[in-house]
């Protein structure tokens, strides 16, 4: 027991890596079965999401997980509770949180110091934009959804330009007030090297991807345009994905 708070530090200090995680759950097994349960199962939904597995050989496992988070999860989130407005179990651990933006740019050290978070939903970004996408507390992120953040051209132009953005996998625009000028900066950014999907519906521009993808659906003419112009955009390639579209934890 006397180890546990050294494992969880090293479950914070690599975020992404399994291992440390793996290492808390079987060092907590002899005194909180249920938490270990929790980690152990959410590692392997986790690694079946990323495979791209069919969804229902996971379907009992985040069940029981949705049970187990339930029942105790607050318990086990009472560390991140204060900093945040939502937390999200990922891989046995808060790893996805929901806040305002400015309480974000005051707040990730101390984030950052007791969960190891990767996955942030921003509400009141308009009005940091600049410090937003300035700031390197972003860098350690694989999602970002600002969804319904009243973000305009401008905006978007901010977080194309941004230099700490480079492990970003998941970008969630919807529902703004993007126009092409917005588009055309995300597609012609070279600082988002790993992003494989952004959710861009509900803006004054066409979201130039599907809403649903099943066996009939095709590139959009907006989506060839872009990248004729702008060179091949892995974010609008949807036929790498088997469940559309992707979770936020899915992208490897």
Known sequence: MSDLPALLAAVVAAPEDDAP????????????????????????IAASRKAQRPADERGAAAMRAGELVRARGAEWARDVTPLVAKW?????????????????????????ARAPVL???????????AALFGSP??????SLDLMGNALGDAEVALLAASPHLANLRWLGLANNQIGRPGL??????????????????????????PGLVDEYASEKPLATELQAQH??????????????????????
């Open 21 to 44: 995680r793996a290492a808390y759950a079987a060092a907590v097994a002899m005194t909180d079965a249920e938490r270990a349960e929790l980690i152990s199962l959410q590692l392997r």
């Open 88 to 112: 999200r179990f990922v891989r046995g651990f808060v790893e996805d949180v929901v806040l305002d933006a400015a309480a974000f740019l005051a707040r990730a050290p101390a984030l950052y």
């Open 119 to 129: 996955h942030v939903q921003l509400t009141g970004a308009k009005a940091v934009a």
């Open 137 to 142: 507390h972003l860098a350690r992120l694989h």
């Open 184 to 209: 055309d900066a995300l597609a012609a950014s070279r600082q988002l090297p790993r992003l494989a999907y952004v959710a861009l519906s509900g803006n004054v521009v066409d979201d130039p991807l």
């Open 231 to 252: 060179g091949k955009l892995a974010w609008l390639d949807f036929s790498r994905f088997r469940e559309w579209p992707p979770e936020r934890d899915a992208l490897p």
